[in-house]
Nanobody, 118 residues
Framework: QVQLVESGGGLVQAGGSLRLSCVVS????????QEWHRQAPGQRRELVAS???????DYEDSVKGRFTISRDDAKNTVYLQMNALKPNDTGIYYC????????????WGQGTQVTVSA
């Protein structure tokens, strides 16, 4: 019933910018948390940024000041604006929805590749 579709990944030079989008279909409920995760080959998947249903954002230390997570409720879309990209930002970026309360669960998108060249 819930589907997440990411887009916006690509190849960019160090110092460049990308904006990832995640369109969410289905009901999120009244309380939820939306997250962006990333995973490089041979590494664990890590949480990069999150935003609560109330609009409170949080970030992993290495992306603070460079990445911004936001949401457009009218478009059912969560964004990750990535500026001043570094080669270490390279990986597959996944959108995640965590619903809270009755019917709670985790939902993942298929991922979108971000490659930052030196």
């Amino acid at each position: 019933q819930v589907q997440l579709v990411e887009s916006g990944g690509g190849l960019v030079q160090a110092g460049g910018s990308l904006r990832l989008s995640c369109v969410v279909s289905g009901s999120t409920g009244s309380k939820y948390r939306q997250e962006w995760h990333r995973q490089a080959p041979g590494q664990r998947r890590e949480l990069v940024a999150s935003i609560t249903s109330g609009g409170s954002p949080d970030y992993e230390d290495s992306v603070k000041g460079r990445f911004t997570i936001s949401r457009d409720d009218a478009k059912n879309t969560v964004y990750l604006q990535m500026n001043a990209l570094k080669p270490n930002d390279t990986g597959i970026y996944y959108c995640k929805l965590h619903t809270i309360g009755p019917g709670r669960g985790d939902y993942w998108g298929q991922g979108t590749q971000v490659t930052v060249s030196a």
